[in-house]
């Protein structure tokens, strides 16, 4: 087969931060993939892998997250696409290294509903807001667990 000079090749990433997510939400993580999936073919490009975690984004030792950084760097990926900045992690530290690191080897790192691509500004503010909600969730859960006491 015969493929474009100008195709890309994309890898995936879905997360949802916990089990009960995964059962009870299964469309959290359908949508994320069926999203990914609409934008890598309006762009004519090719899904070589997905990579799922069920893990909260704040830890950085996600299994599927560890070996979709290792993939990227191994292979012949263009494109690490998420639907939304906060999928790739809840760490604004990590997030951004991480993707300035790929960057760095000729991997972006894209959302298919956030502007990231072209604009470092917004990157940041999305790294940032990602680090704010998951310590609103984590305050949420902590003031339940005092409440239910």
């Not at 949802?16 to 609409?38: H, N």
């Not at 993707?99 to 991997?107: F, P, Q, R, S, T």
Request: hydrophobic share 35%; glycine share 6%.
């Amino acid at each position: 087969m015969v493929t474009s000079i100008s195709q890309k090749y994309f890898v995936g990433y879905i997360r949802v931060s916990s089990e009960r997510q995964a059962r009870e939400d299964r469309s959290s993580l359908g949508t994320q993939e069926a999203r990914i999936r609409a934008e890598v073919s309006n762009r004519g490009g090719i899904l070589v892998k997905l990579f799922c975690d069920v893990e909260s984004g704040r830890r950085d030792d996600r299994l599927e997250y560890q070996q979709m950084l290792r993939y990227v760097l191994e292979e012949d990926v263009d494109v690490v696409l998420v639907q939304f900045l906060d999928r790739f992690g809840r760490n604004p530290k990590e997030i951004l290294s991480r993707i300035w690191a790929l960057d760095e080897h000729g991997v972006s790192v894209e959302a298919t509903d956030q502007n990231i691509k072209d604009d470092e500004l917004m990157l940041m503010v999305h790294a940032g807001v990602a680090g704010q909600e998951s310590k609103r969730t984590s305050e949420r859960v902590r003031a339940n667990m005092g409440n239910s006491a």
